[in-house]
């Protein structure tokens, strides 16, 4: 009878977000209020992104963005969404978008204590196939909003309050932590609702995946290439660990994240420092893994540890399984 069809006492992401704030009786909702903006604009872009190919959406949009990839029109459109939406929840001072050259200072009539740092639509080049593709965030908390400067957006990540990603695939999922464990919601259409789906992720401490472009493999230093070796011909009579590698950052995170195993984007000699950025791609998906039980190294260090100097600035990362991270952490200690 109806009461085995309809759960009635769901676990929204809104209702998540409150018990959370619960826990900071000094706190006065900006991060619920920070927070419920970001999920209307995921809950937008996730439409727009389920009718890209029949509002004819996708394709070049002609201009190019900071990183002189072609912008496609879904790119723009999300930025734009996300711009409004986090402007307009007036609890942000500065914000850092993929698609954007500066930072944005928010109106001071409009400020709040929160800088965002976001790729509105990471692994935008697979629009046009129908890979899953994702939103990343990771969000600051600054002293003084009025007088908030470049150098105070540029912290280490471990400073981070929460972060978070949304993946438009098969299902839309949202996974987000505030510091507190990581939690996965999926998107109900029907109810326009996050439902959680994915209570307190932790990351298997150990896993048979890995995840790498292997046709950089030419250009790879050393201990990347002995690790990437060691995952294809182990020589402690384990079995060969398998490749799963789709392109797309969100996705093989989210991959990671829950079957376990490693993700790369090793540095190379075409990109010295890697390809993935720091502040909206290496740090909140770090932030996720360490608070998920996993690890996550840049080949010299801690990723939340790094300082960038400036907002587009690429790091190599090496994230995933705690064990699996050790590995490639010892061949890195070897060579140095
Ligand atoms: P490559 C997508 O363009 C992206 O920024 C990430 O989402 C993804 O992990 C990476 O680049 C893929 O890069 O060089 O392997 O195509």
Known sequence: HAADTFRT????????????????????????????????????????????????????????????????????????????????????????????????????????????????????????????????????????????????????????????????????????????????????????????????????PKGKIYSVNEGNAKNWDTPTAKYVEKCKYPTDGSSPKSLRYIGSMVADVHRTLLYGGIFLYPADKKSPSGKLRVMYEVFPMSFLMEEAGGQSFTGKGRSLDLIPTDIHERSPIFLGSSDNVEEIKALYAEEA
């Not at 990771?138 to 007088?147: L, R, S």
């Not at 471990?158 to 505030?178: P, R």
């Open 9 to 204: 006492d769901l676990m929204t992401i809104t209702r998540h977000v409150l018990n959370e704030q619960s826990r900071h009786p000094e706190s006065r909702g900006d991060l619920t209020i920070l927070l419920s903006h970001i999920v209307l604009g995921c809950k937008f872009v996730a439409s727009a992104v389920n009718k890209a190919g029949l509002a004819k959406l996708t394709g070049l949009a002609g201009e190019t963005n900071v990183q002189g990839e072609e912008q496609k029109k879904l790119d723009v459109l999300s930025n734009e969404v996300f711009v409004n939406a986090l402007v307009s929840s007036g609890r942000t001072c500065v914000l850092v978008s993929e698609e954007d050259e500066k930072a944005t200072f928010v109106d001071p009539k409009l400020r709040g204590k929160y800088c965002v740092c976001f790729d509105p639509l990471d692994g935008s080049s697979n629009i046009d196939c129908g890979v899953s593709i994702g939103t990343i965030f990771g969000i600051y908390m600054i002293k003084n909003q009025d007088t908030v400067t470049l150098e105070e957006v540029l912290q280490p990540g471990k400073d981070m309050i929460a972060a978070g990603y949304c993946m438009y695939g098969s299902s839309c999922t949202l996974v987000l932590s505030t510091g507190n464990g990581v939690n996965g919601f999926t998107l109900d259409p029907s109810l326009g609702e996050f439902i959680m789906t994915h209570p307190d992720i932790k990351i298997p």
